[in-house]
C-alpha cells in the first residue's frame, strides 16, 4: 500500500538537483595529462632536487664567464698552480690558467654534447624502431639489417679515428656529436621495434588505421607516446652515455681538441697532479658527477611520473 507521507529534502540537495551546474562544481576541476603528471613529478624529492642541481650546473655553464674574473683562455703569470683563493676560486693549472673558468667552458662543451646526442640518438632509434615493426617487409628488414651490421663495427675505433682527424677544427664538435649519436642507437632502436610490435595492433590503432590516418601521423601520436616512458628513461641514460664518452675520449687525447676544452680534457690534465695539486682534478670530476647523478634523477622522476602504475609520485 503506498504511503501518502511527504517526503522532506533538504534544499541544498533540492537545489543541486534542480541546478546542473552544481554537482559539477563539487566535482572539482579536471586535470590535464600535463598537469598530472607535473603534478606526480614534483611529489619525487629526488627528482626535484635533480632538476634543481641540473638547473644549477646549466646556469653555471651559461653564465659562469660573465661571473668569474678570468676567461678560460686567460694567462695569469703571477700565479703558476696556485690554489682556491677570492681571485681564483678553484685555483689555476700549469700554465696559469683559471680552474673555474676552465670547469664553466668544460661544463657548456660537455653539456651541449650530451644533450644533443641524447635527442639524436634517442629520435633515431624511436623512428627507425618503431617504423620498421609498424611497415614490416622489405623496411623492417634492412632497418634490422643495418642494426645488427652497426652493433659489430668497432664505433669506439671509428669515433676515435675520425675525431682526431678532424683535431680542433672549425665543426668538429657537431662532428663529435653526429659520430656519438650515429653509433649508440641500434639497441634502444631493437627495443623500441619490440613495444611496437605488441602495440600497433591494439584498437586505438586500428581504429586509427581504419579512419584513412596516414601511417606517420599513427606512429607520431598513437605509438611513440605509449613508449614514451622507455624513451624518456634511454634519454637520460644517453646523456650520461654521452658525457662519459665525451670524457674518455677526450681523456685519451681523441675527444676534444685544444684550445677548446671539456671535463674530459680537465680530468685527463688533472688527474697526473691528483696528489699533489688535487683542485684541478677536484673541480671538473665533481661536477661530471654531479650532472650525471642529476640527469639520473630527473630520468627515474619523469619515467615515474609518466607510468601511471608506479606509485613513488603518489596519487595524482
Known amino acids: 500500500m503506498a504511503s501518502n507521507t511527504p517526503i522532506s529534502v533538504p534544499l541544498d540537495d533540492a537545489a543541486g538537483a534542480l541546478d546542473p551546474e552544481v554537482p559539477a562544481a563539487k566535482e572539482g576541476k579536471r586535470l590535464s595529462r600535463r598537469q598530472i603528471i607535473a603534478r606526480r613529478f614534483l611529489r619525487n624529492k629526488a627528482a626535484v632536487l635533480g632538476a634543481i642541481g641540473f638547473a644549477l650546473i646549466t646556469l653555471m655553464a651559461l653564465l659562469g664567464e660573465y661571473i668569474g674574473p678570468w676567461g678560460y683562455t686567460e694567462v695569469d703569470n703571477t700565479a703558476f698552480l696556485s690554489p682556491p683563493s677570492a681571485e681564483h676560486w678553484f685555483g689555476t693549472t700549469q700554465g696559469g690558467r683559471d680552474v673555474f673558468a676552465l670547469v664553466v667552458e668544460g661544463s657548456r662543451k660537455s653539456m651541449l654534447i650530451g644533450v644533443c646526442v641524447a635527442l639524436l640518438q634517442t629520435g633515431i632509434a624511436a623512428v627507425i624502431g618503431s617504423s620498421a615493426a609498424y611497415f614490416g617487409g622489405w623496411w623492417e628488414r634492412i632497418a634490422l639489417w643495418l642494426t645488427d651490421l652497426l652493433l659489430v663495427v ?4 671509428i669515433i676515435a679515428v675520425l675525431s682526431q682527424r678532424a683535431g680542433a677544427a672549425k665543426g668538429s664538435t657537431l662532428l663529435f656529436i653526429v659520430l656519438l649519436a650515429g653509433f649508440g642507437w641500434m639497441l634502444t632502436a631493437r627495443v623500441v621495434r619490440s613495444l611496437t610490435l605488441s602495440v600497433k595492433n591494439l584498437d586505438y590503432v586500428s581504429a586509427a588505421r581504419f579512419m584513412n590516418v596516414s ?3 599513427i606512429i607520431a601520436r598513437h605509438i611513440i607516446p605509449n ?4 624513451l624518456i628513461i634511454d634519454a637520460t641514460v644517453n646523456v650520461a652515455y654521452a658525457v662519459i664518452s665525451e670524457t674518455t675520449l677526450s681523456y685519451f687525447g681523441f675527444g676534444v681538441q685544444p684550445p677548446d676544452t671539456s671535463l674530459g680534457t680537465l680530468i685527463a690534465e688533472g688527474q697526473r697532479s691528483a696528489t699533489t695539486y688535487p683542485w684541478i682534478f677536484l673541480a671538473p670530476a665533481a661536477v661530471l658527477v654531479l650532472m650525471l647523478v642529476c640527469v639520473n634523477f630527473m ?15 603518489g596519487k595524482a
Open 299 to 313: 630520468g627515474d622522476g619523469l619515467r615515474d611520473a609518466i607510468d601511471p602504475s608506479s606509485k613513488s609520485g
Open 227 to 230: 613508449i614514451a616512458s622507455l
Open 154 to 157: 668497432p664505433s669506439f675505433l
Open 215 to 217: 601511417s606517420p601521423v
